[in-house]
């Protein structure tokens, strides 16, 4: 069912980084994000796959982990991510890649769930030091990570009421907690 894939599709942070990733699944899921909607039909999108221990290091290095955990400096050795895309964007169509790059993002981290994995998406990065490392032409901008691999943490959602905190934390069990709205405050109106 959707909505369980939904539900369980959260930003892990994890992993269980010695299980390395077939890269069959992984080609898997760009066709996800190939096979979303595109705006304008454009499809700017391509992707670097990366899934081998030295140049995870690369990227690993240029990622920005929970800016809402102010102690944590993303995971350990053995926690790391397993394998990462690249999303790309064509700078000769360069109008919708946030909206193309989302809708992508998702396909690919639901898809991901459907397969037992779990990921992360990732804006904040060193982009000019990633697309030097990887030698990643500049005909193309960065306009996302995302890291992948076989959650080794539990994230549940709690839902909050009007006003309460939104930021994301962690209890003394190490269970990754994300506040999220009701239903019935994020509907405006209704016209019926």
């Avoid at 959602?157 to 934390?169: F, L, Q, S, T």
Wanted: hydrophobic share 40%; charged share 30%; aromatic share 10%.
């Amino acid at each position: 069912m959707l909505q369980d894939l939904v539900i369980k599709n959260r930003s892990y942070r994890r992993f269980f980084q010695e299980e390395c990733l077939d890269l069959d699944i992984i080609k898997k899921l760009v066709n996800y994000g190939r096979l979303a909607s595109s705006a304008a039909n454009l499809q700017p999108l391509r992707y670097v796959i990366v899934n081998n221990p030295e140049t995870n290091e690369k990227v690993f290095t240029t990622l920005r982990w929970a800016g809402y955990l102010k102690n944590w400096d993303g995971p350990l050795e053995g926690e790391k991510p397993s394998a990462y895309l690249i999303m790309l964007g064509d700078r000769e169509y360069p109008k919708f890649h946030q909206f193309d790059g989302g809708l992508a993002a998702q396909s690919i981290l639901l898809g991901a769930v459907e397969e037992g994995l779990g990921g992360c998406i990732f804006a904040s990065c060193d982009r000019e030091k990633l697309q030097d490392d990887l030698q990643i032409p500049t005909a193309y901008e960065i306009i996302v990570v995302i890291a992948l691999g076989k959650p080794k943490e539990r994230v549940v959602i709690d839902e909050i009421r009007a006003g309460e905190k939104i930021e994301y934390w962690r209890d003394e069990n190490e269970i990754h907690h994300v506040p999220k709205r009701k239903l019935d405050d994020v509907i405006i109106k209704i016209y019926q």
